[in-house]
C-alpha cells in the first residue's frame, strides 16, 4: 500500500490567513494526487485533482502543488466557511488510499 | 445533476452481511469513463476505499477486505450494491458511494452520496 501522511494533523488560523496543508507520499505517486474537503456531517467534496487542478466550482483561494512525493493545499485567504477536515488521496496505484485528515479550525 | 443515494440497513448483527444498494439519478451508470466505489469512514476517523465496480460489471477490491466484499451492478435500476459479509464491530462505518473519473494523471471521486451510517452490534 502507498501511505500517505498529511501534517499538521488540526491547526487553528483566523479569517484571510493564508494556510497550507501537506501532504507526503510513501513512494512516488507523479501527480495522481487529490484534495478534499469534509464539513462535518457531510461527505468529502472534491477540491483538487492532479495535484493541481481545480475541481469546477471551487474557489480559487484554494489552489494545490506538487509532484513525487510531497504535495500541498493552500487556501490563499481563509473564509469562514472553509472550517472542516481537508483529506488527500493517492490513485498511482488502483488500491486507493488517503492522508488521515488536516482539521481545519476557525480562531 | 448527478445524485447518489445510499440505502439499506443502518444495524448489522455480528457474523451477518452488511448490504446497501447506491441509486445513481442524473447519469446511467452504463457509460463508459467512470468507476462506482464504496468508501467508508469509521466514526471520527480517516476514510477507507473498499473498492469500485465499471459499467461492464468488473471489479477491484481493497485486498483487506476481499474475502468479504462483493459490489454488483443493477442495470435495470440504475444502482449498484455493496455487500460485505462476516462483519464485526470494525466494520461499523459510515458507507458512502461515489463516483470516480480519470483526469490529469489522476482518478479522483468527484460525487458522492451523503453516506449512511452502519453499525454493528448484537
Known amino acids: 500500500d502507498i501511505q500517505m501522511t498529511q501534517s499538521p494533523s488540526s491547526l487553528s488560523a483566523s479569517v484571510g490567513d493564508r494556510v497550507t496543508i501537506t501532504c507526503r507520499a510513501s513512494?512516488?505517486?507523479?501527480?495522481?494526487l487529490s484534495w478534499y474537503q469534509q464539513k462535518p456531517g457531510e461527505a468529502p467534496h472534491l477540491l483538487i485533482y492532479?495535484?493541481?487542478t481545480v475541481q469546477s466550482g471551487v474557489p480559487s483561494r484554494f489552489s494545490g502543488i506538487g509532484s513525487g512525493t510531497e504535495f500541498t493545499l493552500t487556501v490563499s485567504s481563509l473564509q469562514a466557511e472553509d472550517l472542516g477536515t481537508y483529506f488527500c488521496?493517492?490513485?498511482?496505484?488502483?488500491?486507493?488510499?488517503f492522508g488521515q485528515g488536516t482539521k481545519l479550525e476557525i480562531k | 445533476q448527478l445524485q447518489l443515494q445510499e440505502s439499506g440497513s443502518g444495524l448489522v448483527k455480528p457474523s451477518q452481511t452488511l448490504s446497501l444498494t447506491c441509486a445513481v439519478s442524473g447519469a446511467s451508470i452504463l457509460s463508459g469513463g467512470y468507476s462506482w466505489n464504496w468508501i467508508r469512514q469509521p466514526p471520527g476517523q480517516g476514510l477507507e476505499w473498499i473498492g469500485y465496480?465499471?459499467?461492464?460489471?468488473?471489479?477491484y477490491y481493497n485486498p483487506s477486505l476481499r474475502s468479504r466484499v462483493a459490489i454488483s451492478l443493477d442495470r435495470s435500476k440504475n444502482q449498484f450494491s455493496l455487500n460485505l459479509s462476516s462483519v464485526t464491530a470494525a466494520d461499523t462505518a459510515v458507507y458512502y458511494c461515489?463516483?470516480?473519473?480519470?483526469?490529469?494523471?489522476?482518478?479522483?471521486?468527484?460525487?458522492w452520496g451523503q453516506g449512511t451510517l452502519v453499525t454493528v452490534s448484537s
Open positions: 488521496q493517492q490513485s498511482y496505484n488502483t488500491l486507493y488510499t
Open positions: 513512494q512516488s505517486i507523479g501527480r495522481s
Open positions: 461515489a463516483r470516480a473519473a480519470e483526469r490529469v494523471a489522476a482518478t479522483s471521486f468527484d460525487s
Open positions: 465496480i465499471f459499467h461492464t460489471g468488473s471489479t
Open positions: 492532479g495535484a493541481s
